[in-house]
Every structure is written in C-alpha cells, then in structure tokens.
C-alpha cells in the first residue's frame, strides 16, 4: 500500500493567480526567509533525487505502530532512520 503524495506543483503564474484570488494556501503569518544572496546562485546547482524501490518487509508490529503514533509520514520517517543508519556506517568504514 503506497502512501498518497502531498507534494503540490503549481507554476509561476498559477501561484500568482491564486494570491489575486486570495486562495495563497500559504499561513499570512509565515515567516519570509533572508534571501540567500546573489553568490550563493552562482554556485548552486540542481541536485536530483535518488529513485525509490518499492520494497515487501516484514516488521515488528510495535515498531510500526510507534511510528505510525506519529503522524503522517511515517514511511518516510522510517526511510530517514535507515539512511541515517547507512550514513553512519559509511563513516565507520
């Protein structure tokens, strides 16, 4: 059973229509971050996403009720920990 995405796409332009019709999901008292500066564009770049592998596991069921205890997202959660985890043991290597 996959988890249903709550990443939203709009363009430009649809952002900017939705904030005439003062539909801007956006809380008003969000607050605006410092911009990052014309050096830090010079350097950026795009970095894509590894791919996902849709994977069958067999778990202990507490351990999955202790994540799922903490709202959405708890598959995503579950997959922060397994990277901290490789990241860690990649340091020790």
């Known amino acids: 059973m996959s988890e249903k995405s709550t990443i939203v796409r709009h363009s430009l332009s649809e ?24 050096e830090f564009w010079k350097s950026a770049r795009v970095v894509m996403p590894t791919g ?5 596991l ?8 202790w994540f799922k205890a903490h709202g ?3 598959l995503t959660r579950m997959n922060a920990v397994l990277r901290a985890y490789v990241e860690t043991q990649k340091r020790c290597m």
Do not use: M, Y
């Open 58 to 65: 067999r778990l202990d069921s507490d351990v999955v009720e």
């Open 52 to 56: 996902k592998t849709s994977v069958h």
């Open 72 to 74: 959405k997202g708890h």
């Open 15 to 38: 952002i900017q229509g939705l904030r005439e019709r003062g539909e801007d999901p956006t809380r008003a008292d969000a607050p605006e971050a410092d911009s990052l500066g014309p």
